[in-house]
């Protein structure tokens, strides 16, 4: 019942963000400081949203080591989009980052397959490589020379961590 507006939120909030970052970076403001902050909100709502929404404070070792884990490659996750944003295009950084969600999806297909319901289409295929070739296609000749391929290091670090973290958050599911 609550899932459709927590997505719908979760949305807007996700397209504020990523615009009050291109904004900051536009400007030539840092993104560090606003990723901290970022963070700090997203523990201060996850806090909000569950353990006091519920009462429920029991702590469990198992999930803080897994929610140590997500941090951890959530950290290294913000400091290589950081580090793509100082270097490349925002918008195609964030076009080609929000791609990386199909990864998990496909992932799942692979290990699992359909003895656990698991299915990808060869239309599903033609979709992924036609999105994934419009990207870098578009993106290709927006920077030129050691600031595109540093700036395409720290796009695919930061996409395959994406790709993990959306991992872990599919395998709570």
């Known amino acids: 019942m609550w899932g459709i507006p927590f997505i719908l939120i979760a949305g807007l909030f996700v397209s504020i963000s990523n615009l009050f970052m291109r904004k900051s970076l536009d400007n030539g403001g840092d993104i560090k400081a606003f990723l901290v902050i970022q963070t700090f909100l997203i523990f201060t709502i996850a806090v909000c949203l569950n353990p006091v929404r519920t009462s429920h404070y029991h702590w469990s070792s198992s999930m803080a080591l897994f929610g140590v884990a997500g941090g951890i490659v959530l950290a290294w996750l913000l400091i290589a989009l950081a580090k793509a944003l100082e270097n490349g295009p ?12 199909v990864m998990p999806s496909v992932l799942m297909v692979l290990v699992f397959g359909s003895a656990f319901n698991y299915f990808y289409t060869p239309w599903n295929a033609v979709g992924s490589i036609f999105v994934l070739v419009g990207l870098f296609w578009a993106g290709w000749e927006t920077k030129a020379g050691a600031q595109k391929e540093k700036w395409l290091m720290f796009l695919t670090i ?3 961590l994406h790709v993990l973290r959306s991992e872990e958050h599919t395998s709570e599911l």
């Open 90 to 101: 925002p918008g195609l950084t964030f076009a080609s980052l929000n791609a990386s969600t």
């Open 158 to 160: 930061a996409f395959f």
